[in-house]
Structure formats: structure tokens, C-alpha cells
């Protein structure tokens, strides 16, 4: 039975069902073609606590195109999909809806907050997921993983022992990045880092012995209390004397020495430092270098510690003006001058960040660091855009330990276990109860993994890592990572080493980098801005294929994007375009199966539109094969909306309609056929409206997502006939322009007679004049001589039009001056760039005769214009 689409596009009435068709016929799973390539994806892992926004949408949508495409040309698709624990975010969600319970972690111990934060993920985890499918990825979601479930679990253990046994892991005592806010450390990587005002504190500290004091400048007087030293540079001349000596701590009255240290630099302030080792990582590496002791004056939400009683409970800024106060009183502020600095704030709370001492577990990556520089440098690892790989080699070649462990209770718990009695460590993948030295009594150590830890092996632990399983076996290396240039550090870096260490193969081939999506005014979508767009309530407006299309439109690996109403309004009309073109096309349908007629029975039409879409194929093919997914929508744009839709359906309408048989079913063929082919071309970036079109067709069974992605090759291409018809082409656009720019209604028709050397191109078209430029009728002439007609130049044409009586003479000739002027420039432009001697001798030989061949185009059309332009001034006398 014939089906036919409704009157209106409305997404809504189709998208739901289609999706759970896919799922339901299992399309998302890998085809297990033998001897095809496999080409495998694995999902950037969102949190369990996120709801889509528009970044996850651009993310997801590109993924999509690229999995949907890869299917269709014959690759073994897989697209793992899964979601992360994100131990900070996800503890802090939960902390905060116990804390409006009247309720904290330690009320409720750590088994019973375990339970509680699996309750939420089990009720909020899958939402983003429903999301995911809404918007109409096309995952496998049969292999849905978490990086908290068993599998990653068992993976994170092996790789922490191994490491360990390798000497890579290590605990220890270092100065390491703490947020007063979550309570936690954080990795050198989530530091973000922005200018803010500050103050520079230039205080006195006094000899021991009275001789004087040395001053020096703070922009953290409030570490004061933890000084150990006073450095300056063995180079320094002015303080050869003072090192040594013994200064007195001001407020606090320890007796700190004056060092000599490297570190300094002696044309910076007064050449004097202040050493906190436990408090400035410099700091802690020159108190490393002089066995200096290391006082922590800040508890874990940066409050002074009760070593100090005055300050004792003060938040650190609480603290800072009354120390400064007290300096102030006690003589030994010098002055306060204003400055501006770098400061080092939470990426996820924006809470700055403190320099602490403390005992953390670390990972040694200078040796783990090298492997990956080598594969990106060597090429087996490329990044699209290229210029990324500079961000990615400026953080591997001058990276620090890895801390990684949290002190958080959600997350991977550190398989690491102490024995009460003897001080015995053991790490192990199996929990350890009694201890192997001593027979005592075991912990395990109360800190979890930094979530990127096991962000790091996504690419192979959700493919069964470390078995070797079929999926292994079958899909790592996985192919292109699709990601956000802001996680290069976080994540892309550390599954490239990682993958390196424990596979001995790289995790993906290719890095596609995307930007952020801004709002309309180019600004960054944020709740403070009240900007944020929600891409479930975009969908439930105009579609999932609506906000794919936007968001693929002008993308371009790299650069951010804007979104805007404007720009889902176009994506909308697209849709609107292609459903109404494909419903007139489905009811003019008599043949029940879709087959090319033989070439000599094509029409020129059909061959003009046929090759157009060979062209556009190619084209399409090409930027997709480069990543430049953007490019190929807007050439694929072009082609429905322009070429198929506004040209060849009303050129094809009168054989469409013809009593001739053959010449309708001929018509109704190759109609049928550039839609179809068009809809698979389309169908990575638009499923839905693709997918519910192709339903109908006649002889088409199946889902459009598995059918064979249009090929070049394949589609029949006549580039001589296609050049002749677009002298056609050509000619009617400039009558439809002229007449719009005269205000001549398309209901007034007019004769139109063509002046041509290509008499045998415009052979048997007059029906198109007919139907598309109003003409009365249509003749083909060696010459015209009635002077009451507008001329119109095409490049291979001169065409007449009997208006005068319409026309404004001297409007005319204004116009004709003025595009007499335009060719006369491209005749200087080409006529200066083919009489330099560089470009003629440099540039290929093909470059240099198009060239030429475009002078000798203008050089006809200037003669045309200005023998419309005599003419023109004749009428004027």
C-alpha cells in the first residue's frame, strides 16, 4: 500500500517511534560483517549528575554523524556509550540534599552515604541517557557502562597494582592542590587559573640580634604564620652577609633562617622571599633543599588551626586582614601596593584553591609522559584541528606527578591496606583483611581515585580490559575521539598514556576537536547569564533532526559556535522544504519501484541534476572523510534546497504530468532516485525526517540507516550536457533576477527571444522559460533588432524581452553603467594577475588557464553589456 506523508512536518508524531524501531531491529549493534573494517567510537562518558545541555548536544550530534556515516559506507560500527560517577560533582549533590535533611556523611558512615549516593544514581543516573536518545544517538546500548561498575572497577585495580609494582604509584608527603570547598585534593589539571586584583604586603622581619631586618612582599600575609625561612639568591651580593643569620618571625616570634636558594630571583622586589613550604610548592621544593620544617596553618576548609589562638577558627581571608592589622601595630608593615595576579581556582566549585601539604598517593608521569608525546609527534595519534597538539605537548612536556587520590568516600576506593600493629602497606586487587607480616588487623586506606583515573582507561576497560575478549580483540584501537578542547589535559592526555602502558597500543587514531556553543552574542552559556539554551525543550519545539542540523551547520573542527533563534528557525524550514518537496514527489508517484532509466533516455534535465548530485556526492564524501562535517551539510543544503527542490521538481513537472507513459515513468524515475540518494546522504545529520521519508518510497524496504552511503561512482555523470544545460540554467536566473529588480509580477508573461552560439543547448527548453520565467513564448534568433526590449547578458547568451512599456530607460542604462563597471574590474583583476610573471611561471597550469578562460567569459559579457547599453542610450535621445 502507497504511503503518504502528512500535510504538515511535525517531528513529534515520528521521532519516538522511529528511535524505538532502531532499537527494537537492532540496527546499533555492530553488524559482525567478516572482513570489514571496524570503526569504533567511545562516548565521552557525561556525569550522572548532568542534564543535556547544549555542549553534550554538539558532542553527541557530531559522534552521531560520524558513527551513522561509517555504518552506511560498510565499516563494523560500534558506539560505546556509558556515563561517569564524577566523584566530586555527584558526592556534592548528595551532600547537599542530606545537608537539607539535616543530615552529613558522618552521620549516616560511610557504608550508609554509599548506599544513599547508589540510590541516586540508580534514580538520576539514566537521565541523561533518555536524553542521549532523544536527541537520536545511535549507540550500542546493550553495552551501556559505568566507571563504577565491575568491569571499570576491576580495571582500576589491576592498573593501580601494576603501577604500583612498577614503582610508578607512589605515597607520599607533597605540596598539592586543595579545595577548601569540596575537601579534597584536586589534580594540577583542574586548577583553573585567572587574573584577579590583589595586593602586594611589603613587611620587615628583624635580625635576631638586632643588627636590622630584611623586607620582603607577600600577597599571602596570612601564610605567614607557617614561615620556616627567609631565601635569597647566592648570587646576591646586598645579602652575602645575612645568610646565615637567624630572623625573628613577626606575631609569632620563631627564630627562621636566612637561606641561600637559586630560586630567587634577585631583580624581583627587594631579592628576599618568604619560605612556606607547607603553603607554596616553591616553597616546598626549597624546604625540601634545606631539610626547613614544613607547618600546615590551615585546616582542611581553610581555617587557621588552633596552634595559633588569636587567629584560631578564621577563614584565611578573615585571617589575612587581622594579621595584616596586626603587622600594621606592630610596626612591621612597610607598605601595601596594588597587583594583579594569577590565581588558582576549583574547576568545578570556582573556589580558590590552596597549596597544601599532605600525605596523597601520586603517579610518576615523566616516564609515562614520553611514550605519548612520541605517538602524536610520530603521527599515530592525529588531532583535527592540528594546532592543538601544541596545548597537548605544552602539558605532557612539562608535567608534574599525578595526585589521585581524594578524599572523597564516592568513587574507586584506593586498593591500598595498612596494618594497625606493624605499619605494614600492601596493595592488592583483592581486599586484604589480616596482615601477611604481622597476622594484625588491616585497613584499607579511606581515600578514592581521582575520577579521571579511570576516565583514563575508558577506550579498552568498557571493551573488557584486561581480558582479552572478543570486543577487544575486535574494536581497540578505537577510532576518533570526539571531544571539547577545554579536556585535552584532563582526559584526552591521560587515556593516550594509559593506553600506551597497559595495551601497548594507542586508544584512538584521531582527536576531532569541537568548540563550545555561545549564544547569539558570542558569549559562553552560563547560569550567572541567564543564557542557556536546554536542547530537550529545542527538540520538543522543532525536533531532534532541527537541532542537529543547527548545530552541524557552519561547524568546523576547533571553533566555537553561535546558536541562536535564527538558526533553528532555518533548520526548521529546511525540514519543512525537503518534507513538502518529498510529499509532492510521493503523490506524483505512479511506478512501484525506483530504477534508473538508460542514459539515452534521459532528459537534459535529468542529466543536469544528476551530475549535480555525482558533484555534490563527491563533495559531501570528502569533507566527511575530513572531518569537515559542517562543509558537507552545506553541501548537501545547497543541493536539496537550491538544485532539487527550487529547479529540477518544477523543471520536471511537465514530463512528470505527460500522457506519455515512458516519458512520465522516465521523470517520476530519476525523481524518486535523487531523493532517495539525497536522503541518505542526509541521513547521518537528519535520521529522523530521512528515515520516515524513505519509508514511503516505492520498493524501499528496510531502514534507510543501514542501506549503502551514496558513492560518486555510483551515480551516472555527464559533465557536457551538464555545462550546456547551465547556460539554460544561467538564462532563466537572470530573467527571474531582472524581472525583480524591474518589480514585473511573475504573472505577466512576456516573449523571450535568446541571441546565442549555443543554439543546440537551448534546443527544445522553452517550456522551462515557460514555466519558470514567464515567458509567452521562447525563441531562438541569430539577432534582434527591436529596440524596445530589455537586454539581459548572460555569459553565453543575450536575451530580449519586449518591457518597454515597463521599463525605466534611464533606470536601465544606470544599471547597465554600473555592471559595465563590474566586468571592467574583473577584466583588470584577471588582466593584472595574468601579466604577472610570478604567478604565470609559479601557479599550475590548470590555474593559469582558467584564468584565461574567465578573461575571454568577461570579455564577451563586457561587449554584450555594452552594445545593451547603446541601445539603451539610443531610447534615451
Known sequence: MKKELAKTYNPAEFEDRIYKAWCDGGYFTPSGRENADHYTIVIPPP????????GHALDETLQDVLIRYKRMKGFNTLWVPGTDHASIATEAKIVEAMRKEGLTKDDLGRDGFLERAWDWKRQYGGRIIGQLKKLGSSCDWSRERFTLDEGCSEAVREVFVRLYEKGLIYRGERIINWCPHCRTSISDAEVDYAEQPGHFWHLRYPFEDGSGYLELATTRPETLLGDTAVAVNPKDERYTDAVGKNLILPLVGRKIPVVADEYVEMDFGTGVVKITPAHDPNDFEVGVRHDLPVINVMTDDAKITDDYPKY?????????KAIVADLEE???LVRVEEHVHNVGTCYRCGTTVEPRVSLQWFVKMEELAQPAIKAVRDGDIKFVPERFEKNYFHWMENIRDWCISRQLWWGHRIPAYYCDDCGETVVSKDNVEVCPKCGGKMKQDPDTLDTWFSSALWPFSTLGWPHETNDLKTFFPTSTLVTGYDIITFWVSRMIFSSLEYTGEIPFDTVLIHGLVRDAQGRKMSK??????DPLEIISEYGADALRFALSTGNSPGNDMRFSDEKIEAARNFANKLWNAARFVMMNLTIDKIKLPENESLAAEDKWVLTKLCRTVETVNSNLDNYEIGVALSAIYDFIWDIYCDWYIELTKPSVSSEDKTRSENAQSVLAYVLRETLKLLHPFMPFITEEIFSGLPGEDGTIMMKKYPEASDIPCFDTETEAFERVISAIRAIRARRAEMGVVPSRRAAVT???????????TGIFFEKLASASSFEIANSYDDEGAVQIITDSAAIYIPLADMVDFAAEAAR????LDAVDGEIRRAEGKLSNEGFVSRAPAAVVDAERAKLEKYK??????EAALRSVEEKLK
Open 47 to 54: 556525569n550522572i549528575t548532568g542534564q543535556l545541555h547544549m
Open 312 to 320: 584560631a577558627g578564621m577563614d584565611r581571608y578573615e585571617a589575612r
Open 330 to 332: 606592630g610596626g612591621y
Open 528 to 533: 550567572s547569564l541567564g543564557n542557556g539554551i
Open 754 to 764: 535568446v541571441v546565442t552560439k549555443y543554439a543546440d543547448s537551448f534546443k527544445d
Open 816 to 819: 547597465l553603467k554600473r555592471e
Open 860 to 865: 564577451e559579457k563586457k561587449a554584450g553589456v
